[in-house]
């Protein structure tokens, strides 16, 4: 069993930055993907970005590509994404995932992953 602990959201106006983290329960990081959803108002839950804790090239949905950045830190346990030049539409509840598998974490993958954290809102004004 992995526990997952975001923090870092908040309120920004658009074409700000957060970055968020997530703190894993215990030393996860062998051979997981690692993940960011996110699920705004009215709206199914969207992957936006993945990673797997060996080597690979990390997913990106199209709408985060070039604004978001998905990194582990494997000796802290921590993910993060850094989110740049945010827009009103990046306003969402965001989860940090975990699945024990690899090194394909991104696309059809994203329906399986199996450990989630609370959530972290973010909100970005016009």
């Known amino acids: 069993q992995v526990q997952l602990l975001e923090s870092g959201g908040g309120s920004v106006q658009a074409g700000g930055s957060l970055r968020l983290t997530c703190l894993a329960s215990?030393?996860?990081?062998?051979?997981?993907?690692l993940a960011w959803f996110r699920q705004g108002p009215g709206k199914k839950r969207q992957g936006v970005a993945a990673?797997?804790?060996?080597?690979?090239?990390?997913y990106y949905a199209d709408s985060v590509k070039g604004r978001f950045t998905i990194s582990h830190d494997n000796a802290k346990s921590t993910l993060y994404l850094q989110m740049n030049n945010l827009k009103p539409e990046d306003t969402a509840m965001y989860y940090c995932?975990?699945?024990?598998?690899?090194?394909?974490?991104?696309?059809?993958?994203?329906?399986?992953?199996?450990?989630w954290g609370q959530g972290t809102q973010v909100t970005v004004s016009s």
């Open positions: 995932a975990a699945l024990e598998a690899g090194p394909f974490c991104g696309g059809g993958y994203l329906a399986e992953y199996e450990y």
């Open positions: 215990r030393q996860t990081y062998s051979s997981y993907c």
């Open positions: 990673i797997y804790t060996g080597r690979g090239d990390p």
